[in-house]
């Protein structure tokens, strides 16, 4: 996503949390190869698709995966543990 490619990927919750399936990536049931070759097919044969996607992923990379604010958020937390033990 970070770097523009489109995800085609298994509809499983943890892709869910990143993805909908709506305009940003194609979801297909992890059991059913056929729908993940026709989500494959449909990925490399819409450009349209593809290049919706891209700015719409790439904002989501930055809200939620931007790698200096995550480390603050986890310093924090690590901290806050520290501290707690201590007590």
């Not at 059991?31 to 992923?57: F, H, K, S």
């Amino acid at each position: 996503m970070a770097s523009g490619l489109f995800p085609v990927v298994s509809d499983i919750p943890g892709n869910r949390e990143w993805l909908t399936g709506h305009g940003d990536s194609l979801l297909f049931d992890p059991t059913d190869e056929r729908q993940l070759a026709n989500c494959l097919q449909a990925a490399i044969q819409d450009d349209g698709l593809r290049q919706r996607a891209i700015p719409v992923n790439l904002q989501q990379v930055k809200l939620r995966a931007e790698r200096e604010k995550n480390l603050a958020v986890l310093s924090k937390s690590y901290w806050a543990l520290i501290d707690a033990f201590k007590r």
